[in-house]
């Protein structure tokens, strides 16, 4: 691995079921971040992580929730997806949590609820 | 309210030079962000200004006036490869990144 991989590439659901949405970095980053980013729209963070163990709310977390069991993984998961929902999602990870470096950015998952 | 302004489209020549603007209104400012978006791709990093001027690097400088709340992205001698979305982004009090919707930049030979 080299870098950050998400998987999967792309999902259709149903809305109302669960989907967890897989993010794994090998660069050691501390910080770790979930966007989404709509037609029209900025980015926007639903959660974050500045290390392992620890989680935080962004701007759009209702629907999301996230876990970080160590420093490489940084799973999503909608619990009950919705239509609104239908999104690109970007996991992305930085050195450090203190908004000046350089952020690094998995390929995307491209999901639509149905 | 925090608000981060860029032009939606921009279109120039191969071979010219082109800026593009960004405009902020944040809770507290730590530095301003470019990143480089391909149509399907993830963002890349262009650029950080924390501090008035201009930065450059390569084909590509940023400037800042925090006074203003302003920034641009100036890309010279353009490239057909240089059409992507270009997106602002400002790292707040609270370290959290918010981002501009992204010009997009359409390159014509």
């Known amino acids: 691995i080299a870098g950050i991989t998400q998987a999967p590439t792309s999902q ?11 993010c794994t970095q090998d660069m050691r980053h501390n910080a770790m971040y979930w966007y989404r980013q709509d037609l029209g729209l900025g980015l926007r963070l639903i959660h974050y ?14 629907g999301y929730s996230v876990s970080r069991a160590n ?4 799973p999503l998961t909608l619990a009950s997806a919705v239509p609104s929902q239908t999104s690109v999602y970007f996991c992305a990870s930085s050195k450090t949590s203190g908004g000046v470096d350089e952020q690094f950015f998995g390929p995307g998952t491209r999901l639509t609820v149905l | 309210g925090q608000n981060i302004d860029q032009p939606t489209e921009m279109t120039a020549t191969e ?9 902020y209104q944040t809770s507290g400012f730590n530095g301003l962000f470019w990143y480089q978006q391909h149509a399907g791709e993830a963002p890349t990093f262009l650029s950080y200004n924390v501090l008035d001027g201009l930065e450059e690097k390569g084909r590509f400088s940023s400037f800042l006036s925090r006074s203003k709340g302003y920034s641009y992205l100036l890309l010279k001698e353009l490239q057909m490869k240089d059409s992507a979305s270009y997106l ?9 990144l918010i981002w501009g919707a992204g010009t997009k930049l359409i390159i014509k030979p």
Not at chain 1, 50 to 61: C, D, F, L, Q, R
Not at chain 1, 71 to 74: I, V
């Open chain 1, 12 to 22: 259709i659901l149903a809305a109302g079921r669960r989907m967890t949405l897989r």
């Open chain 1, 49 to 62: 992580s500045n290390t392992a163990g620890t989680t935080g709310k962004g701007e759009v977390p209702d």
């Open chain 1, 71 to 74: 420093t490489d993984d940084f």
């Open chain 2, 15 to 23: 071979g010219a030079i082109v800026q593009i603007n960004c405009t």
């Open chain 2, 88 to 96: 602002c982004a400002v790292s707040e009090s609270n370290y959290q």
